[in-house]
């Protein structure tokens, strides 16, 4: 039996260049996600206060890892919840504003993953 190693991929989401779109946003700094990869945890640092949105999901293509997402007053690192699970497809990391549109702020996300 072959152990995985955990292996972490790193997106940004900037407002200065990622703008304040709703919907899927594709994110200017990201890491695709190999197909096989098991989503285990994701932990975000939002280093610039985020300001509009209180709506947002967190996505690997089209899959959702972690809904619902509020940041107001989430300064700092803060490790998310999310249900373990298998991509069938590779991805990039993306966001899904379901809010308003977002007017400032900037966060990195970091997804924890195994190869299966």
Known sequence: MSISKL????????????????????L?????????????RVTT???DTIAGSTDIDLQV???KIAETINFTGDAGVISRTVVPVELATAGDIMIHN???????????????????
């Open 98 to 116: 379901d809010g308003s549109a977002i007017s400032d702020g900037a966060i990195e996300i970091f997804v924890e993953y195994a190869i299966a």
């Open 61 to 63: 293509g089209s899959v």
């Open 45 to 47: 640092n939002e280093t």
């Open 7 to 26: 292996r972490v991929a790193k997106a940004i989401y900037d407002f200065a260049v990622d703008g304040t779109a709703t919907g899927d946003i594709t």
């Open 28 to 40: 200017a700094q990201t890491e695709s996600i190999p197909a096989g990869a098991i989503i285990l």
